[in-house]
């Protein structure tokens, strides 16, 4: 059974769970400092899980929570610039509206 389990956390740890959709594909992440002729419209606070029975790869819940973070984004904005380092699973991005 042991192994069982530790062979379903390798598969899985390869997976993404979270697709972009047609509407986040038009949201751009940017830095802070790339910003300055853009409309400040809010923040957004996303989550995934990041332990399915072993600890997932840090740089996959990362794309994850910026997938998801464009996801969101997109009925508020053209742009995203992250404002808090992963926790737990969780991040919160700043929104901006950037294109005219």
């Known amino acids: 059974m042991r192994i069982l389990i530790l062979i379903a956390a390798a598969l899985l740890g390869g997976c993404t769970f979270v697709k972009l959709t047609p509407e986040g594909e038009n949201v751009a992440v940017l830095q802070a400092n790339e910003i300055s002729n853009c409309t400040a419209n809010g923040a ?19 794309l994850e929570l910026r997938t998801l973070a464009r996801n969101r984004a997109a009925d508020r904005g053209d742009t995203i610039v992250v404002a808090s380092p992963v926790r737990d699973g969780e991040q919160t991005w700043n929104i901006y509206r950037c294109r005219r």
């Open 44 to 62: 957004t606070t996303v989550s995934v899980l990041n332990k399915m029975v072993v600890n997932r790869s840090p740089d996959k819940v990362a």
